[in-house]
T-cell receptor, first 110, second 114 residues
Framework: SQQGEEDPQALSIQEGENATMNCSYK?????LQWYRQNSGRGLVHLIL?????REKHSGRLRVTLDTSKKSSSLLITASRAADTASYFC??????????FGQGTRLTINP | DAGVIQSPRHEVTEMGQEVTLRCKPI?????LFWYRQTMMRGLELLIY????????DSGMPEDRFSAKMPNASFSTLKIQPSEPRDSAVYFC???FGQGGTEAFFGQGTRLTVV
């Protein structure tokens, strides 16, 4: 099953610009996570935000969560070429599941 | 710890053959997840275990798919018989604890059924 739906599906920006990706989900959650996947590799955890939190920061990453709209956003500031990857949101559907969306393919152009 | 270890990394098999994918989770982790990733369907949760017990297998596509976790350090995903539409990258991931924690992924097994 697919829970989170990311938007846009693909994003291409210049190095140094900010990148914003959005995620919408359907069921109630305890937490929402964001992961990155480089081509041909496994997923790597970036950040987790709990349902009672509205915003969280980690380095150049900023995540927001709006449970009333069932949506989250991931902002990457001052993007670098190394940020080129696919980004996924994942929700627990109120249990200990980890259900991923389709992902956003981010390309950072030098 | 070496992280989540999956084997083989690549598997090419003929239609109708049995395929077994293997996963060694991170020591001490009590949750284990199996995923299938394709361009068309994205990353699908197939099944997950807690303390070696299957909790939710609603994502397993057909009876041809089965998963086991005989102990805390080993899990298998078996496809019998395999079909070309099973071609995908299969990921195993593990995590620790209730309440939502980060999952650690293996490098995946790229399965091609011809």
């Amino acid at each position: 099953s697919q829970q989170g739906e990311e938007d846009p599906q693909a994003l291409s920006i210049q190095e140094g610009e900010n990148a914003t990706m959005n995620c919408s989900y359907k069921t109630s959650i305890n937490n929402l996570q964001w992961y990155r996947q480089n081509s041909g590799r496994g997923l790597v955890h970036l950040i987790l935000i709990r349902s009672n939190e509205r915003e969280k920061h980690s380095g150049r990453l900023r995540v927001t969560l709006d449970t009333s709209k069932k949506s989250s956003s991931l902002l990457i500031t001052a993007s670098r070429a190394a940020d080129t990857a696919s980004y996924f949101c994942a929700t627990d559907e109120g249990a200990q599941k980890l259900v991923f969306g389709q992902g956003t393919r981010l390309t950072i152009n030098p | 710890d070496a992280g989540v270890i999956q084997s083989p990394r690549h598997e090419v098999t003929e239609m109708g053959q049995e395929v077994t994918l293997r996963c060694k989770p991170i020591s001490g982790h009590d949750y284990l997840f199996w995923y299938r990733q394709t361009m068309m369907r994205g990353l699908e949760l197939l099944i997950y275990f807690n303390n070696n017990v299957p909790i939710d297998d609603s994502g397993m596509p057909e009876d041809r798919f089965s998963a086991k976790m005989p102990n805390a350090s080993f899990s298998t995903l078996k496809i019998q018989p395999s079909e070309p539409r099973d071609s995908a990258v299969y990921f195993c991931a593990s995590s620790f604890g209730q309440g939502g924690t980060e999952a650690f992924f293996g490098q995946g097994t790229r399965l091609t059924v011809v």
